[in-house]
């Protein structure tokens, strides 16, 4: 049925990938996406030419899938903070010989005065510890055993907001997180969610990622500034990215142009 279209792989994961993926596909484009979360899968609708593969891959893996599907490119539109999955993408298509596609969603303005900076997640733990009040850690599960360890009294100061999948909950309570500490919902969140969350919490600092307007980083930023307490915001991680775009339209031009060349596919 697909014979002919051309094709293009995309690390997906999030809501950034489900926009590029459904905008090659109304360019006929056949679309391959790579995610390594079923919550990655379940953003993705696939039919039309779309299909969905679960698991991550190393460089090795996807090289080979590159070439197996005879994809004309790899578009990343990962998540700010999935480094390795950046890193294994530009490397396959140096591998591959095709051309690497970034989408980045925009950063946070930095002159906020309520922000206080941190490189790493490690740095931000040491930041959070030096709060005496409660902390509302809003990075997801994959640092929470960082911030367990740093933070004095972790299993009784530090409250965290995750996903509501049974994974994610295990890696809270395997940090020494129970019940009362983890907060298991799925967003968006409102300014107004937010801040009652943190009254809930008695927090006296939240943690969050500079995950953009999709991630919900004005909302908490509004709730903290309401409440009256700081935000501790992790950096992104600093990567040498090529063809890097934070517009969607300009990303699907410039790959269905490059789908569009002789020899491939």
């Known amino acids: 049925m697909y ?5 293009v792989i995309v690390i997906a994961g999030t809501s950034d990938a489900r926009q590029i993926i459904e905008g ?9 996406a790579t995610v390594a979360t079923d919550f990655g899968g379940s953003l993705i609708e696939t039919g039309g030419g779309v299909s969905v593969l679960d698991g991550r891959l190393c460089a ?12 004309k490119c790899v578009v990343d539109a990962s ?3 999935a480094a390795e999955a950046s890193s294994n993408a530009i490397s396959a298509c140096r591998l591959a010989n095709v ?15 309520n922000i206080i900076w941190a490189g790493d997640f490690h740095k931000a733990a040491q930041k959070a510890d030096e709060f005496d009040g409660n902390v509302f850690l809003t990075v997801g599960s994959n640092n929470i055993e960082v911030f367990a360890r740093t933070i004095r009294n972790s299993k009784k ?13 295990l890696r809270c309570e395997q940090a020494g997180l129970d019940a009362s500490s983890i907060i298991a ?34 909302q908490k930023l509004l ?25 969607i339209d300009e990303l699907l031009e410039a790959v269905v142009r490059t789908a569009s060349l002789k020899g491939g596919g």
């Open 3 to 7: 014979k002919g279209m051309q094709h």
């Open 24 to 32: 090659l596909a109304r360019k006929g484009i056949r679309v391959t």
């Open 60 to 71: 090795g893996e996807m090289a080979r899938l590159v070439e197996e599907t005879g994809a």
């Open 79 to 81: 998540h700010p903070y």
């Open 99 to 113: 051309p690497y596609y970034r989408f980045e969603r925009a950063c946070t303005l930095s002159q906020d005065k």
């Open 157 to 169: 100061r530090l409250f965290a907001r995750v996903l509501p999948q049974s994974e994610v909950i």
């Open 185 to 218: 919902a799925k967003g968006p969140f409102s300014p107004e969610m937010n801040i009652e969350m943190l009254k809930h919490c008695k927090a006296a600092v939240m943690v969050a990622k500079d995950s953009g307007a999709q991630g919900g980083t004005p």
């Open 223 to 247: 709730a903290c500034a309401d409440v009256g307490i700081p935000v501790i915001m992790v950096r992104r991680p600093e990567l040498e990215y090529t063809n890097k775009t934070g517009s």
